[in-house]
């Protein structure tokens, strides 16, 4: 059993930056993947951004590329994702999770564990 739990988010302003983080349990945090998704109003969730067990490989939404980074540090059990040039289109609910593979993927339906979410607002 894997519990996420994200943090970070907040009102920013159009261009601004915002670091998400999430801390995961357990002593096995490594040989997950991690992801990170969102869900805007209205909207279904989607895919943002994930990163394989070692933090080797990592994968993004097309709408992030460049924006968006995605880390982790095993030691500390905890993924970050780093966004810059944040657009009021991204303002959304971010969520945390975990998948029992060791590679990335962006398919929700390969999370087992999720968090909560954090609220991340955008204004133009």
């Known amino acids: 059993q894997v519990q996420v739990v994200e943090s970070g988010g907040g009102l920013v302003q159009a261009g601004d930056s915002l670091r998400l983080s999430c801390a995961a349990s357990?002593?096995?945090?490594?040989?997950?993947?991690m992801g990170w998704f969102r869900q805007a109003p209205g909207k279904e969730r989607e895919f943002v951004a994930a990163?394989?067990?070692?933090?080797?490989?990592?994968y993004y939404a097309d709408f992030v590329k460049g924006r968006f980074t995605i880390s982790r540090d095993n030691a500390k059990n905890t993924v970050l994702l780093q966004m810059n040039s944040l657009k009021p289109e991204d303002t959304a609910v971010y969520y945390c999770?975990?998948?029992?593979?060791?590679?990335?993927?962006?398919?929700?339906?390969?999370?087992?564990?999720w968090g909560q979410g954090t609220q991340v607002t955008v204004s133009s």
């Open positions: 999770a975990a998948a029992r593979l060791y590679r990335g993927s962006s398919a929700m339906k390969e999370y087992d564990y």
């Open positions: 357990g002593r096995t945090f490594s040989s997950y993947a």
């Open positions: 990163i394989s067990g070692g933090g080797g490989s990592t």
